[in-house]
T-cell receptor, first 110, second 114 residues
Framework: KQEVTQIPAALSVPEGENLVLNCSFT??????LQWFRQDPGKGLTSLLLIQSSQREQTSGRLNASLDKSSGRSTLYIAASQPGDSATYLC?????????FGTGTRLLVSP | DAMVIQNPRYQVTQFGKPVTLSCSQTLNHNVMYWYQQKSSQAPKLLFH???????NEADTPDNFQSRRPNTSFCFLDIRSPGLGDAAMYLC?????????????FGQGTRLTVV
């Protein structure tokens, strides 16, 4: 059974800092990994999708990496802004199923 | 434009009174999922449809049912809501080729049971 863990559970940083969120998973037989953002009381917004054959994906200030063999992914956020404050969830995709981590709650203070 | 639409955004129901949540999609994706997310927890998969094939998770209570009358629509029925069923319910879709399964989520329905 796939288990996904995210560390840290919460993170508070001043504006402008670069930061890294971590995601680990127990079963390396995945199709892809997605990073999502969730604002309080809202649904999920997809940020980045990394196929199992890829090592990283970039979108603006976000960079996600994937090391399937070690069961790890990181989300790097450059030059953080208060608008980045949200919960960040990673999810690994197996056949017909997405398994989520519990998320990292990020607060970026002005 | 929203591609996965959930209605209503907020639903209040009485303890034990059946309630239906709806989800529609404009992506023509063959897979639709229902997730339950309680406060500060990860979304938990309840069930999904692969085309018309219904796939129930082993630990999904019998109280939860689903219908998919066509490709675009999927419904979540809670037959007798209990206080413990209060949660955010998330609908998602993907075009599952077995290789690429990027999922798209709706904005969720927040269910309150009184």
């Amino acid at each position: 059974k796939q288990e996904v863990t995210q560390i840290p559970a919460a993170l508070s940083v001043p504006e402008g800092e670069n930061l890294v969120l971590n995601c680990s998973f127990t079963d390396s037989a995945i199709y892809n990994l997605q990073w999502f953002r969730q604002d309080p009381g809202k649904g999920l917004t997809s940020l980045l999708l990394i196929q199992s054959s890829q090592r990283e994906q970039t979108s603006g200030r976000l960079n996600a990496s994937l090391d399937k063999s070690s069961g790890r992914s990181t989300l790097y956020i450059a030059a953080s802004q208060p608008g980045d404050s949200a919960t960040y969830l990673c999810a690994v995709a197996g056949f017909q199923k997405l398994v989520f981590g519990t998320g990292t709650r990020l607060l970026v203070s002005p | 434009d929203a591609m996965v639409i959930q209605n209503p955004r907020y639903q209040v129901t009485q303890f034990g009174k059946p309630v239906t949540l709806s989800c529609s999609q404009t992506l023509n994706h063959n897979v639709m999922y229902w997730y339950q997310q309680k406060s500060s927890q990860a979304p938990k998969l309840l069930f999904h449809y692969y085309d018309k094939d219904f796939n129930n998770e082993a630990d999904t209570p019998d109280n939860f049912q689903s219908r998919r009358p066509n490709t675009s629509f999927c419904f979540l029925d809670i037959r007798s809501p209990g206080l413990g069923d209060a949660a955010m319910y998330l609908c998602a879709t993907s075009r599952n080729t077995g290789i690429s399964t990027e999922a798209f989520f709706g904005q969720g329905t927040r269910l309150t049971v009184v």
